[in-house]
């Protein structure tokens, strides 16, 4: 069974960090191009970041720039996302997703569950 398990959310601090893992299980990350996206209440779904299968192109989204990393463990069949210095308007469900290709809107195979990260004092 193809799945994706995103997992690292949780309750932080404006100003802190946290790291989402995407592990995967019935087929091979590498193979793939991997994104994360987030939606939060009341606003659509949005890209946040993705790692190319390949060349290790990545983006961004503007929103995120400096302060988000995103990496792939090959080894451990997983995708990270490093989130630095936080901000309440990060506060989202995230989600990521095998990618089908490179490029906006990012069309997908398939998707984690999501997990919650809130940003609040």
């Known amino acids: 069974q193809v799945q994706l398990v995103e997992s690292g959310g949780g309750l932080v601090q404006p100003g802190g960090s946290l790291r989402l893992s995407c592990a995967g299980s019935?087929?091979?990350?590498?193979?793939?191009?991997i994104g994360w996206f987030r939606q939060a209440p009341g606003k659509e779904r949005e890209g946040v970041s993705c790692?190319?299968?390949?060349?290790?192109?990545?983006y961004y989204a503007d929103s995120v720039k400096g302060r988000f990393t995103i990496s792939r463990d090959n080894a451990k069949n997983t995708v990270y996302l490093q989130m630095n210095n936080l901000k309440p308007e990060d506060t989202a469900v995230y989600y990521c997703?095998?990618?089908?290709?490179?490029?906006?809107?990012?069309?997908?195979?398939?998707w984690g569950q999501g997990t919650q990260v809130t940003v609040s004092s």
């Open positions: 997703a095998a990618l089908r290709g490179w490029g906006k809107p990012w069309p997908s195979d398939y």
């Open positions: 019935g087929f091979t990350l590498d193979y793939y191009a």
């Open positions: 790692i190319s299968s390949s060349d290790g192109s990545e």
